[in-house]
């Protein structure tokens, strides 16, 4: 076996298995066949694949319907800053209104996810074969992290009207100055000027890279969510 192709194998084990099974698993390729067709090109391929799969996953399971909002790992919450307007706002008996404004800013979440399969599978195509071994030698969310370097930019911008016009929409910016509205009876109570655009779309992108990150492991770790022949191969213990 060439050493060329010795060292994307070691990477795919390490990355793959457990300590204890990684040396028996080395020691134990063969000398030919089934390891000499494992190229760097078809190495890169089957993570690229193995990306797709995971990126495509985590939109599907983001963009639909309580994709956030009844994910309690990615539920978009009230800001920080309104904590003692929510709570006082919940002491006067109007709690529903809070919870109907957080149910709102997470149907806008929802509402934009699907935007990212594109923006997520551009960054996968210009992947070089040096990204590939950076992912494959680092830790279970290198991807992941790549991803964010990669496509934060783009997706803020590609989230940016979509969160705008779904909050309009199911009501978020009609909560939102109900809120304030409400809030600003109460005595002690101030409201400063606040993003809310802004703070919807970073809570989505947050949420939306948490559920990349998790899909991420699995195709690492479990062989079961290796759902294509070249994904078995690649990732193969």
């Known amino acids: 076996m060439k050493t060329s192709r010795v060292l994307p194998i070691v990477l795919i084990l390490l990355a793959a298995t457990p300590v204890a099974a990684q040396l ?7 000398k030919s066949g089934a390891s000499a067709s494992l190229s760097d090109a078809k190495i890169g391929d089957g993570l690229k694949q193995a990306l797709q799969v995971g990126t495509e996953k985590a939109v599907g399971l983001t963009g639909k319907t309580d994709g ?28 529903a209104q809070v919870d109907e404004f957080v149910l709102s800013m997470n149907r806008a ?3 934009a996810a699907p935007a990212a399969k594109n923006i997520f599978w551009n960054a996968i195509g210009a992947m ?14 290198a991807a992941t992290e790549y991803f964010k370097e990669k496509t934060t930019d783009k997706l803020e911008s590609a989230f940016g009207p979509v969160v705008s016009s779904a909050m309009n929409e199911v009501g978020v910016t009609r909560q939102y100055k109900q809120l ?23 809570k989505a992108l947050d949420g ?22 070249l994904l078995k191969e690649v990732f193969a213990r």
């Open 68 to 95: 956030y909002f009844a994910n309690a790992a990615i539920k978009i919450l009230m800001p920080e800053r309104f904590h003692m307007v929510e709570q006082g706002l919940r002491a006067v008996g109007q709690g």
């Open 128 to 141: 070089s074969f040096d990204d590939a071994r950076r992912i494959l030698q680092g830790p279970s969310t």
């Open 208 to 229: 939306l890279f948490h559920a990349v990150g998790e899909e991420e492991q699995k195709i690492r770790a479990n062989p079961t969510a290796r759902i294509t022949p």
């Open 180 to 202: 304030v509205g409400s809030a600003q009876t109460l005595p002690f109570m101030s409201v400063e000027a606040f993003d809310l655009d802004h703070y919807v779309v970073g």
């Open 109 to 111: 979440a929802e509402r």
């Open 24 to 30: 028996d698993n080395i020691l134990r390729l063969p």
